[in-house]
């Protein structure tokens, strides 16, 4: 079975402190996709970071970049930074190659505090 | 603007009473998702359809329908066989053509069951 285990349910640090969220995942496939969602208070689901398996160049975008270990099968997601905005719950999520549906982790709870 | 819409935003339900959620996207995505989300919980997957006219069962499936008449709409029924609706619900759509190509999400539905 295809499974996403974020092992840090709750998650707190000061506003501009550098936090990594962790993410491991299970397949036996060796061609699929990794992504970060984050949902705010608002609970809108926002795509943060995506990250493709056959490239072992870890992706960033801006404040936001990825730890992409394929052989442990971890995608860990770092916020340098934080801002208060980014408090939110961020689920890491896959999809295999030629699969229809993404497999979501239970998700982290991140509070930036001031 | 092209985006995903859910209404209500909010819906409330006596019991024995069946509800539709209403799903709609004008991205021209041909696969549409629905998920449930329970407090502090991650997302469950209802149903999903790939193309109009076709779906299949996700991992919570019992007590809910839904139908694909049209590639813009995927709206979800909650049954009165559904014994604990009261819940956050996720629309989501997505192109399946390329696998790294992310889900986008609705603003949600919150439907609460007095």
């Known amino acids: 079975a295809q499974t996403v285990t974020q092992s840090q349910p709750e998650m707190s640090v000061q506003e501009a402190e550098t936090v990594t969220l962790s993410c491991t995942y299970d397949?036996?496939?060796?061609?699929?996709?990794l992504f970060w969602y984050k949902q705010p208070p608002s609970r809108q689901m926002i795509l943060v970071i995506r990250?493709?398996?056959?490239?072992?160049q870890n992706a960033t975008e801006n404040r936001f970049s990825v730890n992409f270990q394929k052989a442990a099968k971890s995608f860990s997601l770092k916020i340098s930074d934080s801002q208060l905005g980014d408090t939110a719950m961020y689920f890491c999520a896959f999809i295999v190659q030629g699969a229809q549906k993404l497999v979501f982790g239970q998700g982290t709870r991140l509070t930036i505090n001031p | 603007d092209g985006g995903i819409t859910q209404s209500p935003k909010y819906l409330f339900r006596k019991e024995g009473q069946n509800v539709t959620l209403s799903c709609e996207q004008n991205l021209n995505h041909d696969a549409m998702y629905w998920y449930r989300q329970d407090p502090g919980q991650g997302l469950r997957l209802i149903y999903y359809s790939q193309i109009v006219n076709d779906f299949q069962k996700g991992d919570i499936a019992e007590g809910y329908s839904v139908s694909r008449e049209k590639k813009e709409s995927f709206p979800l029924t909650v049954t009165s066989a559904q014994k604990n609706p009261t819940a956050f619900y996720l629309c989501a759509s997505r192109y399946s053509g390329k696998a790294y190509n992310e889900q986008f999400f609705g603003p949600g539905t919150r439907l609460t069951v007095l």
């Open positions: 397949t036996s496939e060796s061609n699929y996709y």
């Open positions: 990250q493709e398996a056959y490239k072992q």
